[in-house]
């Protein structure tokens, strides 16, 4: 199944501007969409006709998050019904406080929401800043332990509010660089980054 990990912002409605993102040729990102979430282009570009996908929405406890939820939703009703398919929402609730104790459940929420044979993609462009480090783990837990189930992308859009100017890009070379220092075993090798340079340039 596709899976859609995203995070609804906690900015005020009136400072998430509904734009067209620049998206620098990527294929599936590109869009003349008008959005305030990069996870709807995501969503629109990779879903196809006739299919059901699971978008797990990431909710902080704060104030704006429910309106930005509800606006949310209007867009991906609009793209769901202009594309052809079908969505099941899943809300995971997080707290405020960065904890240790609040980063773990996060993580294990987001895990148990990962099956075998998942094609994953995740949306890293709102939240508090910790909570990309969490999405990229769940990421590699599910690349590592769960069968056949693929990391397709994972995205991030800016917005500079003096110019206006915006992009949308693929992040997804992060994600897998992790996961390949991991399993270039540094020990072994006198220059270890030397190593993970040549292989990246390959």
């Known amino acids: 199944m596709k899976k859609y990990i995203t995070v609804i912002p906690m900015q005020p409605k ?16 590109s869009s003349e969409i008008e959005t305030r979430f990069p996870a709807v282009i995501m969503i629109a570009n990779s879903a196809v006709s006739g299919e059901t996908v699971e978008v797990v929405v990431t909710m902080t406890e ?17 793209v769901s019904k202009e594309k ?16 240790p104790e609040k980063q773990y459940a996060l993580l294990g ?7 075998e044979e998942d094609e994953i993609y995740a949306d890293i462009t709102y939240g508090a800043k910790p909570t990309p480090v969490v999405i990229m783990m769940a990421l590699s837990y599910a690349y590592e332990y769960l069968k056949n189930t693929d990391v397709k992308a994972m995205i991030y859009g ?7 100017k915006t992009g949308l890009y693929d992040v ?3 994600f897998y660089m992790n996961s ?23």
């Not at 009136?14 to 990102?29: A, V």
């Not at 704060?62 to 609009?78: S, T």
């Not at 929420?109 to 099956?115: N, R």
């Open 84 to 99: 052809g398919f079908e969505y099941k929402i899943t809300k995971l609730v997080t707290t405020l406080a960065e904890t």
């Open 14 to 29: 009136e400072n998430l501007h509904r734009t067209k993102y620049e998206s620098y040729g990527n294929e599936l990102l």
């Open 62 to 78: 704060h104030e704006n998050v429910p309106q930005n939820y509800d606006e949310f939703i209007a867009e991906l009703d609009m």
């Open 180 to 202: 390949l220092m991991h399993k270039v075993p540094g020990k072994d090798f006198e220059n270890p980054l030397e190593v993970m340079k040549k292989i990246i340039n390959l």
């Open 109 to 115: 929420d987001i895990v148990e929401k990962f099956s």
């Open 158 to 164: 800016s917005y500079n509010h003096a110019t206006g």
């Open 172 to 174: 997804s070379a992060l």
